[in-house]
Each structure stands twice: as C-alpha cells, then as structure tokens.
C-alpha cells in the first residue's frame, strides 16, 4: 500500500470526511446499524445485498478503527460479536440523510417513496440519464 492510502489528506475538511466513508459499502453499513441498531455479522451479510463476508469485515474493520464502528465480544459460548455505531458514528447520519437527499433530487427524476402504514416504502429508481 503507498503511504498516500494509509493517511488521508487532511487540509481539506471534506476529504477527511470522505476518507472515513469512502469505500462502496460503508455508507450502506452504517445505515443499517443507525436504523436497526446493534447487529450479528452473519444479520448484516444478509440485510446487505450483494456484499461479501470478505468485504463486509475489511469494511467493518475500518469503520472500528476510524472509531465509527464498535465491536462488542461477549463472553459466551459460542462467543458472540455484535456491531454497533458509535456516537462519532452517529454524528454522520445527518451527513448521510443530505448525501441521499441530493442523489434523489440529482440522480432520481422518478423516485417515489410512499410509506402508507410506517413500514411500507415503494421505490422507483430511474436514473436522470436514463430519462
């Protein structure tokens, strides 16, 4: 790995931002763990779709040392292991909530969102170039 990967720069505030969220998965990690809250490994596997257990721990590992992520062991047998995000992690919903907001204003002309009884969401994603 080239050292410019290890540390991110950091004389620009969005780019330290973007180097915790950075990779294809995390967003959608911390997503699930902000709503659902704490989680199993093999629970997040299948809530996310079309993520690998490879890279669902490469991820979850660098989210755990940017502190966003926490692993809790507890000391059972069989040992269990839950993720959770952690307050740090948290304070990067709102940033997450503005990050979709602008992909469906942006990205989505015909996304539709109906929740009728609080559980129910229909989607249509069109993308704008598609259109």
């Excluded at 505030?13 to 998965?25: F, I, N, P, Q």
């Excluded at 257990?53 to 590992?61: H, V």
């Excluded at 709102?94 to 002309?109: H, I, T």
């Amino acid at each position: 790995m080239h050292p410019y990967q290890e540390r991110p720069r950091m004389d620009c505030a969005v780019d330290a931002t973007m180097s915790v969220l950075e990779g294809r998965w995390k967003s959608t990690i911390l997503c699930v763990l902000a709503k659902w809250g704490p989680r199993r490994f093999n629970q997040l596997v299948k809530s996310i779709e079309g993520i690998s257990p490879r890279m669902l721990t490469k991820q979850l590992k660098e989210l755990e040392r940017d502190g966003i992520v926490e692993r809790t062991v507890y000391p059972e047998m069989p040992p269990r292991v839950e993720y959770s995000i952690t307050e740090k992690g948290m304070s990067l919903v709102p940033v997450l909530k503005v990050l979709a907001d602008w992909g469906r204003e942006n990205m989505f002309r015909n996304w539709v969102e109906i929740d009728t009884e609080g559980d129910a969401v229909q989607q249509d994603r069109v993308l704008a170039d598609q259109n």
